[in-house]
C-alpha cells in the first residue's frame, strides 16, 4: 500500500502597520486597484481592502509578494476568499 504524504501548504499572509502611517503587507499576488482613499490588493487570502486618506504605494514587489503603503488608514477587511480569478487589469483587457 502507498502512503500518502499530506501536501497542503499554510497560507500565510501578514500585515505589519506602524502608528497607522505605514503597512507592508505578504502574500500579496496582484494590485487590483488604488487611489488616494483605497488599496485592493489580491492576496493568498482574498483581497484586501484597505481603506484611508493620502494613501500611497511606495513599494510593490509581486516577486516577494510584499507591498509597502503609506498614508492614513482607517480600515483593512478581507474580502471574496479563494474566488479571485485574475486581476482587474486581466479582466478588464479579455
Not at 499576488?29 to 511606495?58: A, M, P, Y
Not at 479563494?82 to 482587474?88: E, I, P
Request: no cysteine; aromatic share 8%.
Amino acid at each position: 500500500m502507498e502512503e500518502r504524504k499530506n501536501t497542503t501548504q499554510k497560507i500565510v499572509s501578514n500585515i505589519i502597520v506602524e502608528s497607522r502611517e505605514r503597512i507592508t503587507v505578504s502574500g500579496v499576488n496582484d494590485v487590483e486597484s488604488f487611489d488616494e482613499n483605497s488599496i485592493i490588493l489580491s492576496t493568498e487570502l482574498g483581497n484586501l481592502i484597505i481603506k484611508g486618506q493620502d494613501l500611497k504605494i511606495g513599494k510593490l514587489n509581486l516577486d516577494s509578494g510584499e507591498v509597502l503603503a503609506e498614508g492614513d488608514f482607517d480600515s483593512f477587511e478581507y474580502a471574496d476568499y479563494g474566488t479571485q480569478k485574475g486581476s482587474f487589469f486581466s479582466k478588464m483587457f479579455k
